[in-house]
């Protein structure tokens, strides 16, 4: 079975700087899809991020960008020029390959909160 | 484009009692997953359905079902509710199975007194 594993319960970033959270995974499958969600206290979760485990380039999307290592199991997540609004609970997630059974159920690891200070 | 809905948004009831939870995917979506999310054991996956046919199910008791109309819009159910049961539940849709990227709905909070 997959697991995911973000070890950081809480981190703080002040309002500009940069920050970057933590996910490692562990799976037997050769391609797989990883993605950075948000939830915001509002509680909708928002898709940050996705990479592509067959894709070497690491994805970016405007100031989030993830490391991926593939080889590490590392799938980590930069915040530049962090803003008031990024502040929530960021959640990592895996998807295995439709094709050889993973099917599309995401399995999360259990979420970084993200403050941002002034 | 309206967003994936859920209803109720908010569900008291008791332990015992059954409840059945709503979600109408964004429109042109055909791939409906749930998820159970609580504080102690995080973001769980429930079950997938795909043209009104269950696709996925995660490892939950029986006591959770779902189901799908030819709409698209699913329904989760749960019967003699426990304590445990509380949780937000969240609804994801998808254009196609194949799709990756799945659009949440803003989740029924369910608590079990």
């Known amino acids: 079975a997959q697991t995911v594993t973000q070890s950081q319960p809480e981190m703080s970033v002040q309002e500009a700087e940069t920050v970057t959270l933590s996910c490692t995974y562990d799976t037997s499958e050769s391609d797989y899809y990883l993605f950075w969600y948000k939830q915001p206290p509002s509680r909708q979760m928002i898709l940050v991020i996705r990479?592509?485990?067959?894709?070497?380039q690491n994805a970016t999307e405007n100031r989030f960008s993830v490391n991926f290592q593939k080889a590490a199991k590392s799938f980590s997540l930069k915040i530049s020029d962090s803003q008031l609004g990024d502040a929530a609970m960021y959640f990592c997630a895996y998807r295995g390959d439709i094709l050889t059974g993973g099917g599309n159920k995401l399995t999360f690891g259990t979420g970084t909160q993200l403050k941002v200070e002034l | 484009k309206a967003g994936v809905t859920q209803t109720p948004r908010y569900l008291i009831k008791t332990r015992g009692q059954q409840v059945t939870l709503s979600c109408s995917p964004i429109s042109g979506h055909r791939s409906v997953s749930w998820y159970q999310q609580t504080p102690g054991q995080g973001l769980q996956f429930l079950f997938e359905?795909?043209?009104?046919?269950?696709?996925n199910k995660g490892n939950f008791p029986g006591r959770f079902s779902g189901r799908q109309f030819s709409n698209s819009r699913s329904e989760m159910n749960v019967s003699t509710l426990e304590l445990g049961d509380s949780a937000l539940y969240l609804c994801a849709s998808r254009p196609r199975q194949e799709t990756y990227e799945q659009y949440f709905g803003p989740g029924t909070r369910l608590t079990v007194t």
């Open positions: 990479q592509e485990a067959y894709k070497q």
């Open positions: 359905y795909f043209s009104e046919t269950q696709r």
